[in-house]
């Protein structure tokens, strides 16, 4: 199993990113995906989540209204679009996989917001 995150980048508050996360060798469809992110010196923090098995979601209280998680199934994708970003909001983001008892990670993607 292959999680591979990318999208993100150095932007200025207030901008908008999209991060991809696409997943290999995986029965895709059937796993529940996250989004966490970590910031230097802070834990981890789970930002959003989309189910496998109808496409429920829920987000992070400090996210809410400004991040948007999204799948395609058919292109093995999450997406984590991110709008009105703020400085607070850098950190690596990673994508979680988790189904059958099982876990997968990315490796991560940096997303950094400053002036």
């Known amino acids: 199993v292959q999680l591979v995150e990318s999208g993100g980048g150095l932007v200025q508050p207030g901008a908008s990113l999209r991060l991809s996360c696409v997943a290999s060798?995986?029965?895709?469809?059937?796993?529940?995906m996250s989004w966490y992110r970590q910031a230097p010196g802070k834990v981890r923090e789970l930002v959003a989540v989309?189910?496998?098995?109808?496409?429920?979601?829920d987000y992070a209280d400090s996210v809410k209204g400004r991040f948007t998680i999204s799948r395609d199934n058919a292109k093995n994708t999450v997406y984590l679009q991110m709008n009105s970003l703020k400085p607070e909001d850098t950190a690596v983001y990673r994508c979680?996989?988790?189904?059958?008892?099982?876990?997968?990670w990315g490796e991560g993607t940096q997303v950094t917001v400053s002036s």
């Open positions: 060798r995986l029965a895709f469809s059937t796993y529940s």
């Open positions: 979680k996989a988790v189904g059958y008892g099982m876990h997968y």
């Open positions: 989309i189910s496998g098995s109808d496409g429920s979601t």
